[in-house]
């Protein structure tokens, strides 16, 4: 009976860990920050590589990196296009070239000690079309950074187990440019807009380009732990 309780434990706990997990979009998500991550798929969590990005993937694994300086960097090339249902008509984005680099130093205090830094931009893209284009009266361009800058400690217990906490300090910035509608303008003292008058305006009437900016420092905290039961087996 016991063997039975234990068997139907360890099922359903494997059924846990190994469920599958929703999937979404990244969005404005950079996640390409080591090439050595890129070629693993991502899976840095539990299987940090040596080259200073586990300060990112996981703050716990750069007590097992020892000395380094690493350099990374991505080059993000948006292309795409439009084409409306009724008429046909076409937009493409502008073409942009991002380049998106990432630092990492790690250096260690001691046997059980390390102190990492991480410089880069996991939050940041931008998209842009001509100010002619089909959906510019919903935005032509969209621009966010988010640059950060990671200070982390990590403390080994011997080859099995590690924890890693360090600030977030993030300097975030935001720029949003579309066109408005004359025809959806209201006009005041009147429950009419310039459209909806007799004679009105048609749609699709540019009237003004609206430009929002913005940007904010904040300052948060990444966590991370690793367990390496095994050479062949670890936990992030």
Same mark, same amino acid.
């Given at each position: ?101 990432? +630092? ?5 205090? *001691?046997? &059980?000690?390390?102190? /990492?830094?991480?410089? #880069? !931009?996991?939050?940041?893209? @931008? ?79 540019? +009237? ?5 900016? *913005?940007? &904010?420092?904040?300052? /948060?905290?990444?966590? #991370? !732990?690793?367990?390496?039961? @095994? ?6």
């Amino acid at each position: 009976m016991r063997r039975y309780v234990l068997a139907m434990g360890i099922l359903m706990l494997a059924v846990v860990l190994l469920a599958p997990a929703g999937a979404a979009a990244q969005g404005f998500g950079i996640y390409e920050y080591s090439a050595c991550q890129m070629a693993m798929g991502g899976a840095g969590v539990a299987a940090p590589c040596n080259d200073g990005s586990a300060n990112f993937y996981n703050p716990a694994a750069i007590a097992w990196d020892g000395r380094l300086l690493g350099v990374a960097g991505v080059i993000i090339v948006p292309r795409g296009g439009f084409t409306q249902d009724v008429t046909g008509a076409t937009s493409d984005l502008v073409d942009r070239y991002f380049p998106v680099p990432a +630092f990492y130093y790690v250096q260690p205090l *001691g046997t &059980s000690l390390a102190f /990492g830094l991480a410089f #880069g !931009a996991p939050y940041g893209l @931008s998209t842009e079309w001509p100010e002619d284009s089909l959906g510019r009266f919903l935005g032509y361009k969209s621009k966010v950074e988010g640059i950060y800058i990671q200070p982390t400690l990590a403390w080994k217990a011997g080859d099995k187990f590690a924890v890693g906490f360090g600030l977030d300090i993030t300097q975030t910035r935001l720029e949003l440019k579309q066109h408005a509608d004359l025809y959806y303008v209201p006009i005041t003292g009147t429950p009419y807009t310039f459209g909806t008058i007799p004679g009105g305006v048609p749609k699709g009437t540019d +009237f003004a380009d609206i430009k929002l900016k *913005g940007e &904010s420092m904040q300052i /948060g905290y990444h966590v #991370g !732990a690793l367990i390496k039961p @095994s050479k062949q087996f670890a936990i992030g």
